[in-house]
């Protein structure tokens, strides 16, 4: 018979190193889960910087029609109709018999940084657009007035510049190495609560906007309000990677999708405004549309790629180099277009006045044509020099498309000889006048407009900068509507 303490020995024994492995599994097991739950610790990110961002108001002038058309009255209308209000709002209480001028301010709100110890602040072009006084507000509580350097709509970009001592600056980091789920962090003022934080990662880069040619911007899905436009977007390593711009909402509030200007083509932008004072960008002068797969098919293409050429705009550098409507540039200077947003970013970022090398699909067979870049020019000479824009007025101006009425309908509207009929609204001053597309206009600054030839001139001789009434007839209501110029 065994001892009974010699047994008892063996299971404890036993019992023992069975416990040293649960103990050794769960500690695996804690370490493992310990690292997989770390998130980085910003605090530190966030107060090495968070001064060089700063807070950028903007106010505007504005003034008022001076009077309604000379042979203008005001209507009767019922003591609590809200349409007196509105007419008297705008053109005061005299209505034609000599309302006087009235002047107001409009104050706007976003952000920027320093980004050396000479006072330059970036931030964006829509922040300080048509601004008569620009206001940067320092994390010490300075308040100091900005000197407009130079600006770029098409980057959305401006350069400001402030006269002050110790100035805080950011560290300006890489966006060419970015990759996709890195951690980015945003500072800004989002809604005027000045040097929020927030976090999130990088969704995609090179995205294209439909409204933006030229600008790869960076998608994150950090939290951007109204507000942070012109703020920083920092990596981890508190380096600034882009610029706070834009996001996609349908409420106007934050919905998951923000979209950054990447520092590379920002700090371009700086040097070109610092040097000259505005930028230059190449062009090749055609009008292009994405290529789908019927399309490919149609081209004799296997696969759905590049950019079809839909019309060469006259003595541009592509009619130069033979371009031709129907062909599909499929490669610029080595690059592969993809798809047709990739043209022009491409060509946009390209030498002036040096050849480029473009690699095509004509007729089905691969052609490489040489092209000299030119520098893109204003939009307002390529809405001149563009055949597709010939029927759209003054789209460049007041981003308008017009169109003449038809006998039928002048008679069935019973206008008489008066009114063009608004076929389109594109960003611009008629949209922020509340101009909708079906509008026909009947008056701009006092006088009747007939047909587009007419409305072209009174529209070449509007003053920049000055608000003048524009009536509509929608549906069967006539309507004055306050249309400012702008300043640029």
């Known amino acids: 018979m065994k001892s009974p303490v010699t047994i008892s020995f063996n299971s404890f024994n036993k019992i023992f190193l069975s416990m040293l492995a649960v103990v050794a599994l769960a500690q695996v097991l804690l370490i493992s889960t310990a690292k997989a739950v770390e998130l ?26 001076q009077r309604m058309p000379h042979d203008f009255n005001m209507p009767n209308m019922p003591k609590d109709s809200p349409f007196g209000d509105l007419f008297r709002h705008f053109f005061g ?10 002047e107001f301010k409009t104050q706007s709100l976003g952000s920027g940084f320093i980004i050396d110890t000479d006072g330059y602040v970036v931030t964006n072009y829509h922040v300080i657009k048509d601004a008569d006084e620009i206001i940067v507000k320092l994390s010490d509580r300075r308040e100091l007035k900005a ?12 350069l400001l510049k402030i006269d002050a001592d110790d100035l805080p600056v950011v560290k300006i980091g890489k966006s060419s190495t970015l990759k996709v789920g890195e951690w980015a962090l945003a500072i800004g003022s989002p809604f005027g609560f000045d040097h929020s934080v927030s976090v999130g990662v990088v969704s995609a880069i090179g995205r294209n906007l439909p409204s933006e040619n030229y600008v790869p911007f960076i998608q994150t899905d950090v939290a951007i309000n109204p507000g942070n436009s012109g703020g920083p977007l920092f990596n981890l390593k508190g380096q600034v990677i882009g610029i706070n711009s834009q996001i996609y909402s349908r409420t106007g509030g934050f919905m998951g999708l923000s979209f950054a200007i990447p520092i590379d083509v920002a700090m371009d932008v700086v040097a070109q405004l610092k040097d000259k004072g505005k930028v230059a960008r190449g062009w090749l002068g055609i009008l292009i549309q994405d290529v ?39 490669q610029f200077n080595g690059k592969k277009i993809i798809h047709s947003s990739d043209l022009p970013l491409a060509v946009g970022q390209a030498p002036i006045d040096v050849k480029a090398q473009v690699k095509l699909i004509r007729e089905g067979k691969t052609k490489t044509l040489s092209v000299i870049i030119a520098e893109l020019p204003s939009k307002d000479v390529l809405a001149e020099n563009n055949p597709a824009a010939s029927h759209k007025g003054e789209e460049s101006r007041l981003g308008l498309v017009v169109e003449d ?24 001053p008629a949209r922020e006048a509340g101009i909708h597309r079906g509008d026909v206009i009947l008056m701009l600054d006092s006088q009747d407009i007939n047909n587009i030839k ?11 900068g000055k608000s003048t009434p524009i009536l509509i007839q929608r549906g069967n209501a006539p309507l004055f509507l306050p249309l400012k110029i702008p300043a640029e």
């Open 454 to 464: 007419q409305f072209k001139k009174v529209v070449a001789g509007l003053k920049k």
């Open 93 to 102: 209480e005299g209505g034609g018999n000599g309302g006087m001028p009235e």
């Open 147 to 158: 000197k407009v350097i130079g600006s770029d709509e098409r980057s959305d970009m401006a």
């Open 405 to 428: 009425l038809t006998a039928e309908q002048r008679e069935r509207i019973g206008l008489g000889k008066r009114g063009i009929v608004v076929r389109d609204v594109e960003k611009g």
């Open 292 to 330: 789908n797969r019927k399309l490919a098919e149609s081209f004799g293409m296997d696969d759905p790629r590049g950019a079809v050429v839909l019309q060469v705009v006259p003595d541009s550098p592509a009619a130069n180099a033979g371009f031709k409507v129907g062909d599909v540039v499929i």
């Open 40 to 65: 980085p610790d910003f605090t530190k990110l966030v107060e090495q910087n968070s001064a060089a961002v700063v807070n950028i108001s903007t106010t505007q002038k504005i003034k008022r029609a």
